[in-house]
């Protein structure tokens, strides 16, 4: 059983993650590092864009509190 295991994951290594692979080994690292790294660079992007998007709603929202369209003077 384990030796299923290790040849499907072998064979996902060399072609499914053939990228990484040759990226490491042009760079001379561990292709697990540079899987690690595009995984961690995903999620921090992901965190950033999620960020960006409540900052842009709180000004918008802010942005509306203070320019609203009045009618009269008297509607202060």
Same mark, same amino acid.
């Given at each position: 059983m384990?030796? $299923? $295991? %290790?040849?499907? @994951? #072998?064979f996902?290594?060399? #072609?499914g993650? &053939?990228?990484s =692979? *040759?990226?490491?080994d *042009?760079?001379?690292? @561990?292709?697990?590092?540079? @899987?690690?790294?595009? $995984? &961690? +660079? =995903? !999620?921090a992007?992901l965190? +950033?864009? !999620?960020?960006? %998007?409540?900052?842009f709603?709180?000004?918008?929202?802010?942005?509306?509190?203070? %320019?609203?369209? @009045?009618? =009269?003077?008297?509607?202060?």
């Amino acid at each position: 059983m384990l030796k $299923i $295991i %290790y040849d499907i @994951r #072998h064979f996902f290594e060399k #072609h499914g993650f &053939y990228v990484s =692979s *040759r990226l490491a080994d *042009r760079l001379g690292m @561990r292709a697990k590092n540079v @899987r690690l790294f595009f $995984i &961690y +660079v =995903s !999620f921090a992007t992901l965190g +950033v864009g !999620f960020a960006l %998007y409540l900052t842009f709603a709180f000004w918008l929202k802010l942005k509306d509190f203070v %320019y609203t369209k @009045r009618t =009269s003077v008297f509607d202060l």
